[in-house]
């Protein structure tokens, strides 16, 4: 008898044990979260894979435009408000080159980075690596915005060391982001995607998006984020946008601005008129006239820094939408800006090609006119955190510049 009641109890542990096995089997479930009873949550249905392009269908990744390795969106921050519950809408990229420019004569007279740029002009969207939505939430007076790369680290941290430090000033706050892609170069785009992660867990301002960082991209760099100002940003009334090698004088931006009011199409910086398309083939800004026939630019701020209202940069986005991408991305901007009848005005506060041309100039270094300024280019970041200090200082001189 008690060999039949032993045989009878294996029996039933080994029953339940066959359940209880199969029920994990069937639910996705560690041991432990059963026995506490924890049951996982079920992962929500897969996202529909989206990519927003100008034309036709294109199937094919093109590695020009973006790195190989497809990642996953990453996750928006919670504290986005229920009246910011919009998100990035392009979780991935399926674009190939467009074969029609490949029967036309001009277009195989062009050099092959202007071929590649025309081939791929179409894919205008990519997925965001790195995004923070936060720092549109409630009222922003001044979104600072910074086009930087993966690898200039240093200049970042600069910035955050100086002109970039997020504040409130007398009620108005202030919030600075970088704008980046990923490492042009694939042998160093992991390792540089690591410290670059850790870089963003620390500081957290950082916007990246999943195309490589190259001069024709600067365009790409400057869509995306009007489209990202126009998902979560409702409540920024004024921002400036620069590179990360020029100096910035924030307490005289906002002393710019006492007098200005949101929604006057504001558009102020270093302003070209005139200015002609280069056509030697040798400068950085060659442009051939296969792709801009016109003798002159439209009006245009240099893109090393000037500052914008929040409305109007939101209708530069739909505006952009309208227009093929440029390889120059501030003359890009002044074309949107023509479209929109609104005319960029010139400030001398504002030095993108340095106080004087000359670039030897002494003058370029001295401290009494960078305390005047809202704007000067070009620093790298040992003379900005000098100059910094300098105009910070007890500085005395002999005449104080109004140009604001």
């Known amino acids: 008898v008690f060999r039949w009641k032993k045989t009878i109890y294996k029996t039933v542990c080994l029953s339940f044990l066959l359940v209880i096995t199969v029920t994990v089997l069937q639910r996705g479930m560690a041991p432990s979260q059963f026995m506490q009873g924890q049951q996982q949550k079920e992962l929500p249905p897969p996202e529909p894979l989206k990519t927003q392009k100008r034309d036709n269908s294109f199937s094919i990744t093109s590695t020009f435009w973006k790195s190989k390795k497809e990642k996953a969106p990453v996750k928006e921050e919670e504290s986005v408000t229920a009246k910011q519950a919009k998100s990035w809408d392009v979780t991935t990229t399926n674009c190939s080159a467009n074969q029609n420019f490949s029967k036309v ?13 025309l081939l791929y002009r179409h894919c205008r969207y990519f997925p965001m690596l790195i995004n923070h ?51 042009s170069k694939e042998e160093e785009r992991a390792n540089y995607q690591k410290l670059l992660d850790y870089e963003n867990h620390i500081y957290g301002d950082i916007l990246q998006w999943d195309f490589l960082d190259s001069f024709f991209n600067l365009t790409l760099k400057e869509v995306h984020f009007l489209k990202w100002l126009n998902i979560y940003c409702d409540n920024v009334h004024f921002i400036f946008k620069g ?3 020029v100096f910035v004088s924030p307490s005289n931006i906002l002393e710019f601005l006492e007098d200005k009011k949101e929604g006057e199409d504001l558009f102020v910086g270093d302003v070209l008129y005139k200015a002609k398309p280069i056509r030697k083939k040798e400068n950085k800004y060659y442009i051939p006239s296969a792709l801009y026939n016109k003798s002159n630019y439209p009006p245009y701020a240099g893109g090393g820094g000037f500052i914008m209202d929040g409305p109007l940069a939101k209708r530069l986005h739909k505006t952009s939408e309208t227009l093929e991408l440029y390889p120059i991305d501030d003359v890009f901007l002044g074309m949107c800006l023509e479209v929109l009848k609104v005319s960029p005005v010139g400030h001398e506060g504002f030095k993108t090609f340095g106080i004087v041309k000359n670039k030897n ?5 001295e401290p009494c006119f960078f305390r005047s300024m809202l704007v000067v280019h070009k620093l790298l970041p040992p003379e900005l955190l000098q100059m910094w200090d300098l105009v910070h200082s007890n500085l005395t001189c002999s005449r104080k510049l109004n140009v604001l």
């Open 133 to 183: 939505p936060e720092k549109c939430s409630g009222d922003v007076y001044l979104l600072i915005v910074v086009k930087s790369i993966i690898t200039q680290h240093d200049r970042r941290e600069a910035i955050r060391r100086t002109w970039g430090q997020e504040k409130e000033v007398e009620g108005k706050r202030i919030r600075t982001l970088f704008l980046l892609g990923t490492a």
């Open 361 to 365: 100039s002494k003058m370029n270094k």
């Open 105 to 117: 004569d001009w277009f195989k007279g062009l050099e092959p980075n202007f071929q590649q740029f």
């Open 243 to 245: 590179d990360d090698d």
